[in-house]
């Protein structure tokens, strides 16, 4: 019997083994729009990178200073990353994990989470981030856009990001619902109180 966590790690393994990245090599445009907005928040370097995926935006942050763990499902996909880290003679702690069963154990100063979506996974990341901690979040929203099929449980209904983090002590800075792109998407930058 097949388990849906090999079914996933076949699905993104397959996706990760094409020749290009999947996503692209430069970062998400969020991540890149607030970098310094986010250097100026972060207490310390030490940064997560939740489903890092070829590591695109791990890659950007160890550019910047950062000292990155990247966690993936996909072996195929870390195996990109760490050919790109060593082009570009960079260090970030590549893991493989998956994140169903995971526990963050570690403290960072920075958590990023983009286009995954484990609803359990957020409090623990939240309660993972040192005091003045910044945790920046961007993932698909439900919507008539949505580029192919995905499973409802895997998008945000509207409203339902901002609402997660309303109930962490904390500020939201620069919330956004984009549901009419070409990739809906949630966002937000929530700093730890």
């Excluded at 990760?16 to 445009?29: I, M």
């Excluded at 154990?105 to 990341?125: H, S």
Aim: charged share 30%.
């Amino acid at each position: 019997m097949v388990h849906d966590r090999d079914n996933s790690n076949l699905k993104w393994d397959q996706r990760f083994r094409t020749e290009e990245c999947v996503l692209g090599n430069d970062p998400s445009a969020y991540l890149s729009d607030n970098i310094e907005l986010i250097k100026k928040l972060a207490p310390g370097k030490r940064a997560l990178d939740i489903a890092c995926g070829e590591g695109r935006n791990s890659i950007y942050l160890a550019k910047q200073g950062f000292e990155v763990v990247g966690l993936d499902i996909s072996k195929a996909g870390l195996e990109k990353a760490r050919d790109w880290m060593a082009r570009e003679s960079l260090r970030i702690d590549l893991r493989t994990v998956d994140l169903q069963n995971y526990h963050i154990t570690e403290k960072y100063d920075l958590i990023i989470n983009f286009n995954f979506l484990l609803r359990d996974l957020i409090p623990e990341a939240v309660a993972a981030l040192e005091p003045g901690g910044v945790l920046v979040f961007d993932t698909l929203m439900d919507s008539p856009y949505v580029p192919c099929p995905h499973k409802k449980e895997h998008l945000l209904a509207p409203g339902e990001l901002l609402a997660i983090f309303s109930t962490f002590k904390g500020e939201i800075l620069l919330p956004e619902e984009r549901p009419y792109d070409q990739m809906p998407t949630a966002k937000l930058i929530f700093r730890k109180g």
